[in-house]
């Protein structure tokens, strides 16, 4: 009898025994889906200017804190933004969350800027585990294709993607690729007044006036010199100033005399290009012919977008579309989106645009 007790008491500490170690697996599992390390880059080259000042971030020890760039997507410190928030930072280490709230009691941190420092490789980790509660509200975030996004932890450091500091602040976010700079601006309902108060922020900006305006004929031959043609070999169609996400710009459109359709949008201020279409809507294609291989599609592409390599083509398919082959391909590079269709049979470029991965 004795015997039998030993032999069911035994099987119930081996059935506990097993349900330990299970549980431990999966709290372990569950760990490490919540703190994924990852390679991004530190990107001091960048510069971040937030209704039309110059920013530079400081952690609480008065070090800077530059931005980091992971998986094509800039992220900026929490706590800084927290500061231009006008809000305290509060980090409870016990439930792993990070509070924004109140009006902040305390002055914003000041420090050295890190002129030492270089573009690199970091690892960084992806914290699922973290909550980030602004005025009593828990928020969660997501990318322009509406995937839920997490914040990232560096030098004890925690980061959040700028669409999201976009969404705290209020303001739009857009970047200019020549000069590398992220721009948040607020945006006004009304853009037609001398001046302008930004309200919470308590700042008194002024809106351009047309005097710091490139001219449209400016604009004209920046467009022109992108594509490659001559004011001679194009129709124009349009060339208008207007506003934009709070800034002006230009909206030059023209056509060749084969009917290839471009549409340019041009910094009315700097004169960069900030997107830009371009459409071979009259091209025939051919009924038969072989088709050029993948690589060949791809070193098209990439020849239109200097610098970028092999790592930035995000998408390279073959499809048919109204009787053609043809090769869709998606480049993102120095925070830029291209998309291309090639014929697949020719190699010409059939269509082609570029646009901010923010917009």
Sequence with gaps: MKTGIRRATGRRLTALLLCTVLLAGVLALSAGAANTTVTAQLSPHFTIEIDGAEKTFYDAGGNEAHPIVYNGT??????????????????????????????????????????????????????????????????????????????????????LPLRSVGELMGDSVSFDSKTSTVILKRDSLVTDADSFNQGSQGSQTTTPSTDGVISAETAKAKALAHAGLKAA???FVKSKLEWDDGRRVYDVEFYTADYREYDYEIDAVTGSVLSFDYDADSYTPPSTGERISEAKARSIALAKVPGATASHVKKLKLDRDDGRWEYEIEIVYKEIEYDFEIDAVTGAILSWDAESIYD
């Design 74 to 159: 800039t992220y900026l410190p929490l706590r800084a933004i927290g500061e231009l928030m006008g809000k305290n930072v509060n980090w409870d280490e016990a439930n792993l969350t990070v509070t924004l709230a109140g009006s902040r009691i305390t002055a914003a941190v000041s420090g050295t800027p890190d002129t030492a420092a270089k573009k690199q490789n970091i690892s960084a980790q992806i914290r699922r585990d973290f909550t980030i509660v602004v005025d009593g509200v828990t928020r969660t975030f997501a990318d322009g294709a509406g995937n839920r996004v997490y914040p990232l932890l560096y030098n004890g450091i925690t980061y």
């Design 233 to 235: 070999d194009v129709t």
